[in-house]
């Protein structure tokens, strides 16, 4: 990466006045308010995200948490309310959060142009819903917002010379072991129970024109969160999670994850065992599940990411007012 790049986003009072920028800036509005219209729609109810925790979500690939002291105790800041979704779930059936996450990401990251630091997702969850529910629910979702958006802004998109397509319902879906021979046969060897490596999924992304799904991850490659199938479809011997990536076409990359919880005590510690999680750090999270909370299933999409794909933008930190990139001290 050029040092100039760096260079400019350490002068973001300087570039953040351009016009390039502020087009970018207003298609973003545009997004936040038709996925917000979308899923009032839909009779979501917006709550507010929490910031900091005493756990938080700790799926995610090999970036690190934040933490903290705070009156004493460990503290973090939020990677993403994913259990804070769960209890949520005693309350009201269907909520979403405009959620700020802290990832400290690999400074490899930085290569891959789809990842920041601080980032915020659209964050909702839906009691007794499965992840099959929640994949078309998110297909609709996207659609609406590119037909919204590509009408409300079609003058910003006309200058960002971006050619969107309203996506065809329902996507392609490819199961997990499918996504791993497709790359074998583009020369990549992915490891069954690992994660999808970026420049994997990048390579996937680039032979697709249309978002696609990817379901049924290993239980190894994810967080303790997620339901595991009950028959494990004879694959091999390991456990298939209901779970999916949601995959941008032209090479743009991941926009969601999700999928169906675990939400039942006792399995939820046999998994944090397996995962060698600290089972001490999860007081209240624990207490909760043995209260009982209902099953659900939801999904987190990136609003950077969003942007970033709408207005076809190479990098991440273009679709941020104030972007954080791995390694770079910027404002
Ligand atoms: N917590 C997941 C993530 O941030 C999203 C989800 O499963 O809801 O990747
Ligand atoms: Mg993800």
Redesign the pocket.
Same mark, same amino acid.
């Given at each position: 990466m050029s040092s100039d790049v760096f260079e400019s986003l350490k002068k973001r009072y300087l570039t953040l006045r351009k016009k390039e920028v502020i087009r970018v800036l207003k298609v973003q509005d545009a997004i936040v308010s038709e996925i917000r219209d979308f899923l009032k729609g839909e009779c979501f109810v917006e709550i507010l995200a929490p910031i900091i925790g005493p756990v938080t /979500?700790p @799926?995610?690939r090999g970036a690190k948490q934040i933490s903290f002291d705070y009156y004493g105790a460990r503290f973090k800041v939020m990677?993403?309310?994913?259990l804070y979704?769960q209890v949520m779930m005693t309350s009201l059936p269907k909520i979403f959060a405009l959620s700020p996450?802290i990832r400290l990401e690999p400074l490899e990251t930085v290569k891959t142009r789809r990842h920041l630091t601080e980032f915020r997702?659209i /964050?909702?969850?839906v009691a007794h819903a499965t992840y099959k529910d929640m994949m078309e629910l998110g297909e609709r979702m996207l659609c609406h917002i590119i037909t919204k958006v590509k009408h409300r802004c079609s003058k910003e998109l006309e200058e960002q010379k971006r050619v969107l397509k309203v996506p065809q319902k329902p996507f392609k879906k490819y199961t997990y072991k499918e996504a791993l021979e497709i790359l074998k046969n583009l020369g990549i060897n992915v490891n069954f129970g690992l994660e999808i490596p970026w420049e994997a999924e990048e390579a996937l992304s680039k032979i697709h024109k249309e978002p696609f799904w990817i379901t049924d991850f290993p239980v190894e490659a994810r967080?303790f969160?997620?339901m595991e199938h009950e028959d494990n479809l004879g694959i091999l011997d390991l456990g298939i999670l209901k /779970?999916f990536d949601l995959i941008y076409p032209e090479g743009f990359g991941e926009a969601?994850? @999700?999928?169906e919880?675990e939400y039942r005590y006792n399995k939820i510690v046999e998994r944090m065992r397996a995962s060698e999680e600290n089972i001490s750090e999860y007081g209240w999270y624990l207490d909760m599940l043995k209260a009982g909370v209902p099953p659900s299933a939801?999904? @987190?999409i990136g609003v950077e990411r969003l942007t970033r794909f709408i207005c076809g933008l190479e990098n991440i930190w273009d679709a941020v007012p104030f972007p954080k990139v791995a390694g770079v001290l910027s404002s």
């Open positions: /979500d @799926g995610i990677s993403s309310m994913i979704k996450n997702q /964050d909702l969850e967080g969160y997620y /779970d969601v994850s @999700g999928g919880r939801g999904f @987190g």
